[in-house]
């Protein structure tokens, strides 16, 4: 199965594991103007969020978290990043403390997660500690967003040269949620269409593309506020190759 149905001008080695260094060398080289650039919008964005959001921000999310579960505020978990390199990922904890957050991912109405857990994940806000991971720079503001270790293995036994995804800095948001790839992967056709959008991402970097991104996970935040009973509809039921969705991929870009 082809890594993905659009054409670009990048193109991904046959051999991954033959090329893939020298692949990474072009790959960084064309894109240097780029990557510095997004490296210190990604600085000063995480900053500011920090500097201005978080001081009010988490005392709120402090003690509705402490009121409604026991356990602590934060929840970190080991995440695949940047050429495939593992970092710390932090988040505010939506779940009841169990033993099973690092091999089981969430499902819809997940009877682990707390009842502010969900509103935080409808609202995305529980990424929010993820700006820390921006500010180090094991994270960058738009990109793939990072699986744990034990979906990334699962998902590139599934999917030939899955590591590309891996090209790119894993993001708070991403090109895939935007198009609708929110929640769990509950099928190879959900995670391919993910790994597609991510792939596309990777092939097509652009200050433009990652403004259409941003823009679209804001109108995404706030259709989750103002319609909290009704969730952002997934894009789980298409077929992987059609028409629309080539289109569709085009057209974003």
Known sequence: ?????????????????KGKWEFIRE???DSYNYLIYKRIMDFVTSLAVIVLVFPWLFPILYILIKLDS????????????????????YKFRTMYLNDY??????????????RIG?????????????????????????GPRPHMLKD????????????????????ITGL???????????????IFRRYQWDSYYIRNLSFTLDCKIMIGT?????????????????DNNRPVYNSESLVSAKKIA
């Not at 026991?70 to 990922?89: A, D, H, I, S």
């Not at 969900?118 to 738009?142: A, W, Y």
């Open 101 to 114: 957050a690092d091999t089981r991912r969430a499902s819809r109405n997940d009877p682990r997660v707390t």
């Open 1 to 17: 199965m082809q890594s993905t149905i659009v054409e670009s001008s990048v193109r991904f080695p046959e051999n991954w594991e």
């Open 218 to 234: 804001a109108v995404l935040m706030m259709r989750s506020l103002f319609y909290k009973d009704q969730p952002v509809p997934l």
């Open 27 to 29: 790959y960084l080289v």
């Open 70 to 89: 026991k356990g602590p505020v934060f929840f970190k978990q080991k995440r695949v990043g940047f050429l495939g390199k593992t970092f710390w990922c």
């Open 118 to 142: 969900k509103f935080l994940r409808n609202t995305c806000l529980d990424e929010v500690p993820q700006f820390i991971n921006v500010l180090l720079g094991h994270m960058s503001v738009v």
């Open 176 to 190: 895939s949620q935007v198009r609708g790839y929110r929640g769990p992967a509950t099928s190879f056709e959900s």
């Open 152 to 171: 990334t293995n699962e998902f590139a036994n599934l999917v030939s040269n899955y590591q590309f995804r891996n090209m790119a800095r894993p993001g």
